[in-house]
Structures are given as structure tokens and as C-alpha cells.
T-cell receptor, first 111, second 110 residues
Framework: DGGITQSPKYLFRKEGQNVTLSCEQN?????MYWYRQDPGQGLRLIYY???????QKGDIAEGYSVSREKKESFPLTVTSAQKNPTAFYLC??????????FGPGTRLTVL | GIQVEQSPPDLILQEGANSTLRCNFS?????LQWFHQNPWGQLINLFY???GTKQNGRLSATTVATERYSLLYISSSQTTDSGVYFC????????????FGKGTLLTVNP
């Protein structure tokens, strides 16, 4: 089946730790995105990548890092510099400027 | 950056009722999408509709790009329609990213 997978579904982090969220797609999409959602809010863009080995900061990139070594994969690292990382993280992909499709999300909680 | 406003913020309906959700945006766009976020957080694509009108079963959407708004119509609502509906637009440029509205929380009571 074609689609976007994210893992893990739930993640717990101690303060001061870095954690990496996985996002994989088999849709052959060029572009991939990471969004953050806080309770009762819309989604905000963290990072996006239009092509392999290239990515750009979104609106709230501080405290996060990404890589895009393969077309299918776009992992997000939440670093210890992110002051309030507890949130719901959603990955998406698209062909160019066209319709974006989303994965099921990862809920990150800082203990 | 582009601004996206959705109204109403909350809407409560009885099963079987019809509703209209609105999305206003502040600039021209290449991409406009409507999503339904289910109770598990999954964003389900409803429409990709930068202009014109589309229908899918009980749902339909219209975007009037020249007047910078889009409408989502839900007819004969069901309890499974409950959830948050988001409108998202790009900025009309070449960088693909979407800006989301804050959503409309729809509750359909039996």
C-alpha cells in the first residue's frame, strides 16, 4: 500500500535528551514536510524539503533539525534546545506545490 | 506571510442538519486544501480546491479565488462527521509550504 508512515506513535523524552522521529513515504513524492500541532491549534511548519539533500526552515525551526539523504525518508530530531517539545508531530509529502498528504503522527511528551 | 481565518470556531449540530464552514485568506494562492482531523489526530484529505467547486458524497467545497475565500458544505451531517476541519493554503509562491487556519470544531449530536 502507498502511504506515509511515522514512528513511533508515542514517544516519551526526558529533559535534556535528543529524540528522532521517523517519517517514511512510498508515494514517490519529491517534497516532504514536518508540522507541529499544539492542543486546540492549527499546524505550524517546522522544516520542509523540496528535493533530496536540501531542506529549508519553516516558521518554528528553532530547536529542531532534519536530514534528507533519501527521497523516501525525512527524519526530524527534537533537540534539547527545544524549550517546549511536548506536542503532536505530523509529517507530510507532496508532488511539488500540489496536494499534501499526511502521516498518522507522533505524540511526543517530555517527562 | 499569508493569513488564514476560519469561521465559526465551534459548531454544534443535530444529526441530519446541514452546515457551512468558511475559510478566508489574505493573498492569492496556488494550493488550498480542506482536511478533517479525526479523534486519533489523523488528517484526512477532503478537497484540494484552489478554485472552483467539487463534490464528494455529502461534502462539497467551493473556492472563489478572486474574492479569497473557500466554503465547505456538509449536508445531512452524521455523528462521524465530528472533529476539527482545517483549511490550509500556500503563499502563491514556489516554496510549497502550507499555512493552516485554526480550524472549526464540529460536534454532531445524535
Amino acid at each position: 500500500d502507498g502511504g506515509i508512515t511515522q514512528s513511533p506513535k508515542y514517544l516519551f523524552r526526558k529533559e535534556g535528551q535528543n529524540v528522532t522521529l521517523s517519517c517514511e513515504q512510498n508515494l514517490n513524492h519529491d517534497a516532504m514536510y514536518w508540522y507541529r500541532q499544539d492542543p486546540g491549534q492549527g499546524l505550524r511548519l517546522i522544516y520542509y524539503s523540496q528535493i533530496v539533500n536540501d531542506f529549508q526552515k519553516g516558521d518554528i525551526a528553532e530547536g529542531y533539525s532534519v536530514s534528507r539523504e533519501k527521497k523516501e525518508s525525512f527524519p526530524l530530531t527534537v533537540t534539547s534546545a527545544q524549550k517546549n517539545p511536548t506536542a503532536f508531530y505530523l509529517c507530510a509529502s507532496s508532488i511539488g506545490v500540489w496536494e499534501q498528504f499526511f502521516g498518522p503522527g507522533t505524540r511526543l511528551t517530555v517527562l | 506571510g499569508i493569513q488564514v481565518e476560519q469561521s465559526p470556531p465551534d459548531l454544534i449540530l443535530q444529526e441530519g442538519a446541514n452546515s457551512t464552514l468558511r475559510c478566508n485568506f489574505s493573498d492569492s494562492v496556488n494550493n488550498l486544501q480542506w482536511f478533517h482531523q479525526n479523534p486519533w489526530g489523523q488528517l484526512i484529505n477532503l478537497f484540494y480546491i484552489p478554485s472552483g467547486t467539487k463534490q464528494n458524497g455529502r461534502l462539497s467545497a467551493t473556492t472563489v479565488a478572486t474574492e479569497r475565500y473557500s466554503l465547505l458544505y456538509i449536508s445531512s451531517s452524521q455523528t462521524t462527521d465530528s472533529g476539527v476541519y482545517f483549511c490550509a493554503v500556500d503563499d502563491g509562491g514556489s516554496n510549497y509550504k502550507l499555512t493552516f487556519g485554526k480550524g472549526t470544531l464540529l460536534t454532531v449530536n445524535p
